[in-house]
């Protein structure tokens, strides 16, 4: 038995075994059960196997062929004198590579052939080209395995508050929106000052967030990486959306109301025109923590406002961090995180707040990733519909415990003069800003 004859035997009893398995499901009326689909996967991938070794042994005997065509029509042999300049082709067919190929030794398996040994001026006789008549594709281009994705922007901001679970629609939840303190020192048998607190309802609905991608049967079979690629590149953009629906959402069309969008947070600190965004950053911090009596414990800022804060220096070109000759700093602000997104409305704000005490992602459940051939035609053109979604919702129990820092610098910080102690260059902390902002703007409209 010939070797593609036993290849083309093996590979029709695999996708047979395959298809019985398949046919008998359908005549059920159920699916695959994870044991027949374990066999079938395992039947297909040894039939993707056969019919690559199929393959490379048809090629073998289409290069046989054409060799013994060669021979076959070649004129009989003259003297060396009167011998003619031979093209490439023929003196590869002269040769012992000739001889290897038409003695039936390049067939199945793995082979090496001997070397054929070309004078260089029979070169001269024809020039090697791609045409197929010639030397053909010589140069296959080499693949690199895997996939290279298209970054996007991290998804963290939505990881910063606290997270919880729910079953409901939707989260209500108290906000106390006024209070009067009225304690104080009382006489002996006097009355005692009433305090007052006012509080308000606020319903935030769990929303969706989805998206989908057609991607054809072939293409899940044959790329073996393909579908847990696509999953996790889906569960990414989920993320993506959620991180900027609790960053910006505007509550329109079934979006979040995002924490930029909530009534009641604390006024903006405008940075002064050469305060550093460090300073103007602590600012914020302090009037947070003086308002709202919650300790922030992030901040939020685009890369280019972090970079300045990181190569900020003096007017001696001394810098405020650790510099350039030491390792990358974690993004951190006193003592704070800080989160590098690009969700805010102008990389010129950053964002402050008390993220786990003031606010919650409320999951209703996990990135869930479903396919089905059922949407549209996709049945009859062999398409399968991947999606990816998630139902959350964003409560924010403390609204004033969150505030923007605006005008921050993005590009080269202006810097700032101040004297250094000896000469040894080491440069003193800068001016707070102080009068630069003149106090704090109103709060923008929600």
């Not at 005997?61 to 300049?85: C, G, L, M, N, Y």
């Amino acid at each position: 038995m010939s070797a593609k004859v036993r290849i083309q035997s093996e590979l029709n009893s695999a996708v047979e075994l395959a298809q019985s398995l398949m046919t008998k499901a359908e005549a059920e009326s159920r699916v695959l059960t994870p044991d027949e689909r374990e066999k079938v996967d395992a039947h297909l991938a040894k039939a993707r196997e056969l019919t690559a070794e199929l393959q490379r042994v048809k090629d073998i005997e289409a290069v046989q062929e054409h060799v013994r065509k060669i021979v076959a029509d070649a004129p009989a042999a003259e003297t060396a004198s009167q011998r003619p300049t031979l093209s490439f082709g023929e003196l590869v067919v002269a040769s012992a590579l000739g001889e290897f190929i038409k003695a039936g030794h390049a067939r199945g398996g793995a082979w090496t052939s001997p070397s054929a040994d070309i004078p260089t001026r029979a070169l001269f006789a024809a020039t090697l080209t791609e045409d197929p008549a010639s030397g053909g594709k010589l140069l296959v281009p080499q693949y690199a395995p895997g996939i290279l994705p298209v970054l996007y922007s991290p998804p963290t901001v939505a990881d910063l508050f606290a997270q919880g679970t729910t079953d409901a629609a939707s989260i209500v939840y108290m906000v106390e929106t006024a209070a009067t303190n009225a304690a104080g020192p009382v006489a002996e048998g006097a009355l005692k000052p009433e305090s007052a607190l006012t509080f308000d309802s606020v319903t935030d609905a769990v929303k969706k967030i989805a998206t989908w991608l057609p991607v054809s049967e072939e293409m899940l079979a044959d790329v073996s990486q393909i579908q847990a690629y696509i999953n996790n590149r889906l569960r990414e953009f989920v993320r993506i959306a959620m991180d900027a629906q609790v960053v910006k959402g505007d509550g329109l069309a079934g979006a979040m109301v995002g924490i930029l969008n909530r009534p009641g947070l604390a006024p903006d600190v405008v940075k002064g025109t050469t305060e550093l965004n460090a300073i103007a950053i602590y600012r914020q911090i302090v009037e947070l923590l003086a308002t709202s009596y919650l300790m922030p414990d992030a901040v939020v800022m685009s890369p280019r406002a972090w970079a300045v804060c990181v190569t900020a220096q003096n007017t001696q070109g001394v810098f405020y961090g650790p510099g350039m000759f030491s390792g990358l700093p974690s993004p951190s602000l006193w003592g704070l995180p800080v989160v590098l997104s690009t969700q805010l409305e102008a990389e010129t704000d950053a964002l402050v707040g008390a993220f786990k005490q003031g606010g919650q992602l409320w999951k209703r459940d996990q990135i869930t990733v479903q396919a089905s051939n059922s949407h549209a035609d996709y049945f009859v053109r062999n398409l399968v519909a991947i999606r990816a979604e998630q139902r959350a919702a964003l409560a924010v129990y403390r609204p004033g415990a969150f505030g923007l820092v605006t005008g921050l610098d993005v590009s080269a910080p202006p810097a700032v003069a101040r004297a250094s102690s000896g000469g040894g260059g080491t440069a003193a902390p800068p001016d707070g800003g102080g009068a630069s902002t003149g106090g704090r703007t109103a709060s923008r409209p929600r």
